[in-house]
């Protein structure tokens, strides 16, 4: 018997504005617990708050960048519960008229084909503060500098069949609101963050099975490995005749399972009700024309046209685009040099392994793409060859000097001047007269071995093809 | 000069406009008037008295629209620094750490913040008696309740331990105890005045508005604290206009609606006696008056007890003892300490509207409550809408009965509820209204009428009770104390 996976992700993402949700504190991250908090953010007793309009421009961008219609009139709801990281045990949130609906992503199934996620809804609502729990202490302190920090919730439909397609979207969507540049998407800072629901069935059937929300996942791949766990685990239940129970689990990423999250008593009951702070509002739209005219290339369309105007390849394409900042990079050095390809490989090659094992974006990697460029036409010069350029690249991408100082200071410059060569190839040959024995007796090793004898004495800085034309000229005579 | 007490705010600032008054002298003397009397009437829950160490600052200035003029702030209304509680225990010790928006007008004005008021705990009444203070009690008969929720204000203003007063009213909080106790009191139009720093009860339809001793006085008052405020997203952005341009001394041509659902049973026969006297004085004074209907008034106290609620279970919500004022410090774990906090720092009154909000709230009960009790609203509003067509302003009675005694209603939920049968519509609807003297009942209490005007009527409102105002005296008689 197959099962069938059936998947929903749920997206928070938090928006990079100056000021807060509903008041003017900075939106700043690591700063001294409390010291970003204001009557409004706090809740206190009589403070009201007020809509930032660049948390509603911002999460406009959103949803237009992901296909949704866009809702005439915006509203605010309160969802009431009880934490105390919840300055005013209510969230200013969105219910029944999300400020946007029905889009869509596309991403890429497993079998290569096309698939079409639809986004239920976006809306926009505010973060809460952090619970902080002194080790060995009996209790527990808040920070509300995050309380009130504008979050978008981006919710598909469960359209996704597999944690490959899941893994697949979440890429895809970061990506999108990367080239948004309205947050920093940074899930180790908890700017954006990910929560699933999934269910099994069994294959042709059309009722959804019960569904088991995940959350604590860190990272896409452990969202990925926390959802290929939990389909497992559902379709064994399954198989073994228990029934699946509605419940909350957290992942955990020691021990790679995911684990029942203490049940709640009693069913959740958020007692939503129109926010009667805020007035519900009709969309300006100058203001959404304003945000789709400022909509940039999204990573689709770069792709597109990186395959066409530079010729790569679709994998190339689309691996240069998937992150906003490696496509800007590459575009900047294309310009500046002649062989996109060239640059591609370099990008996509030595640049990408330096940037994850050092854990960086480009933006961090002190290197710029003029640097690249210089770089690329000193191998097509014949300045460097292809080994002392990958020396100079680790040393400009951790400096960032310049590789023609770095060349310079070095005294890296390759030699290609043939007399200079010749010099050294005549006294390898008379140093090495058995091995000349040898290649004259048609060992091909021996060449090889003469020419990395002449690359040593010249401390590597010979242009090989010349070493070699000229070694092949002398040993013929 | 030895009674500035008892003198109007605009007299005081036309004395002081002379120079023939050193506006200091005004808050010595109120300050003496409320400790001869409030040991009686309770109707502050803190005075301000001037810090005597500090120097005498020279010269006064006396530019402001108030200057020198002793105000008293609801307890609702957060004053920097000051103990701000809403009469609770569970706000024990709060100091806001910042001004109201219309604290903030009347320290530009150069208004002498005197006090804060008594009231029924976070607003939650029409007595003054579910204070955690203890009752405030009415100048005009001190076994009598004063109304509320705004009684401390009302009853500081009629006993002249005050100039002036804010108050707020969500359903009658500023007008019903402005009819028991003889002054004058106004709701303003939803949004007129900014609500940031009012302690919120019920948001949709609470607004901060003046009590004084006349009309006069209240359009003062309103200029000052009326305008858009960029904190609040439901004040409305539209100029203030001078209301005392508006203090006309004629009613001609003008259309009084009377609405017939409101003269029906439960109503005191003193309070429709002078009621009607009050409008056949209008009459006599060269105003229209129109029969008019608002048929669906019965269904208002209903949908206002739902709303009311529902929005207030989720403003005091955020009264859980984690970051300020009253928390219980025996409790074992969070849910415990939110349970004790709440049920030691609420008071009955107020965890009954908490109950009933978080009923009317919860799945499924949304629909056949609070979604229907907003239908009503709709229904109230358009009532009214239809009837400005054919009037200007509708004056009905503002309370059902003069003052009733302390303790009289206290066990009777409902019964106390209907004290705000005829002001919770002008909150349902968000209309401006006020209450003015219009009478004596026979044991000699005062008896209110209240003139509702459109929406931003506020002008043609004061005109028509100053005009009544200026024809009768009722305004002038003061308790004996």
Redesign the interface.
Known sequence: MNYETVIGLEVHLQLSTKTKAFCGCSTAFGQRPNSQTC?VC??????????NEEAFYYSIKVALALNCKIQDLIKFD?K?Y?Y?DL????QISQYDMPLSYDGFVDITAKDKTRKRITVKRVHLEEDAGKLMHPAGESYSL?DYNRAGMPLLEIVTDPDLNSPYEAYDYLVRLKSILEYLKVSDCDMEKGSLRCDANISVRKAKEKVLGTKVELKNMNTFKGVRAALEYEAKRQVSCVKDGEKIVQETRLWDVERQVTVPMRSKEEAK?Y???PE????PFVVDKAIIDKARDSLPELPEARADRFRESYGLSEYDSNVLTGQVDIAEYFEKCAKLYNNPKTAANWVMGDIMAWLNEKNVSIMEMKMTAGSLADLLKMIDNGTLSGKMAKDVLSEAMETGKAPQDIVKDKGLSQISDEAQIEEVVKRVIALEAKTVIDYKAGKKAALAFLVGRVMKDTKGKANPSVVNAILIKNLGQ | MDKLHSYTAHALMKMIDKEALDPSTIRSDVLDRIERLDGKIKAFVLVNRPDTSAPASGKQDTSGRLSGIPVLIKDNICVKDEYTTCSSRILEGFRPPYDATVVKKLRCEGAVLIGKANMDEFAFGSSCETSCYGPTRNPWALDRIPGGSSGGSAAAVAGDCTIMALGSDTGGSIRQPASLCGVVGLKPTYGRVSRYGLIAFASSLDQIGPITKDVEDSALLLGVIAGHDEMDSTSVDMPVPDYTKALVKDVKGLSIGVPKEYFVKGLDKDVEECVRGAIEKLKGLGARIVGISLPHTEYAVSAYYIIGPAEASSNLARFDGVQYAFRDRDSRDLIDMYIKTRSKGFGNEAKRRILLGTYCLSSGYYDAYYLKALKVRTRIKEDFDKAFGSCDVIITPTSPTPAFRIGEKSGDPLGMYLSDVYTIPANLAGLPAISIPCGFSKEGLPIGLQILGRHFGEETIFRTAYTFEQNTDFHRKRPAL
């Open positions: 009557p706090l809740g206190f007793p009589g403070s009201l708050p007020v809509l309160r009431n009880y105390p300055p005013k045990n209510f808040v009951d007692r939503y009700f009667p702070d805020l007035v």
